[in-house]
């Protein structure tokens, strides 16, 4: 059971990366991991929710207004894994956030290098910094899934797309 932050978008399903700009946009296609995902037969069960655009909120919009302090609030794709809902979650994980909560709840997060899995689909956070990583309870399940959503990419021009690089 995987679930996916919705700035990875899955066809006809809401992608508004955590946005209320985006709040009624519905991707038209999916994005590279989740064709991957379903050619693998890895199951898509549920969208999280990730911060706005996937950068930590400051001011008022940031969950104080919920009597949260910004360094407390649980990460959707986190909490689906704590709470026995998904075994896997994947997430762009730019500034860290998920790394650090993941350790805090004994999970792994597995940060590919840029360019081993496909940034296509993915409504980008910093265009040079994003990677679709995988959120998991265990490092063996976690890098299965890696080695079945990574490979090469025509559509992302941060591949490589020799064979000598693969």
């Known amino acids: ?5 919705n700035n ?5 399903k809401p992608a508004s990366a955590g946005s209320k700009i985006l709040h009624n946009f519905f991707s038209p296609f999916n ?7 379903d050619e693998n037969k890895f199951p898509v ?3 999280t929710e990730p911060d706005e655009f996937g950068i930590f ?9 919920c009597g949260e302090k910004n360094n407390e609030k649980i990460l959707d ?4 894994l704590a709470d026995g809902n998904a075994e896997f979650a994947l997430c762009n994980d730019v500034f860290g956030r998920v790394r ?4 805090e709840k004994n999970f792994c997060y597995i940060h590919p290098t840029y360019g081993t899995v496909s940034r296509f689909g993915l409504i980008p956070t910093a ?19 890696l080695s079945q959503i990574a490979g090469k990419d025509s559509r992302d021009g941060a591949m490589f797309l020799d064979e000598k690089y693969n």
Do not use: H, W
């Open 1 to 5: 059971m995987v679930v996916l932050d």
């Open 77 to 80: 794709a986190v909490k689906e």
């Open 45 to 47: 069960t549920g969208r």
């Open 100 to 103: 650090v909560q993941a350790a």
């Open 31 to 37: 994005a590279a991991v989740v064709d991957k995902l």
């Open 57 to 65: 909120p400051f001011g008022e919009e940031s969950g104080e207004e």
């Open 127 to 145: 265009c040079s910094m994003d990677r679709i990583g995988v959120l998991c309870k265990n490092m063996r399940g976690g890098f299965e899934l």
């Open 8 to 12: 990875i978008m899955q066809k006809e």
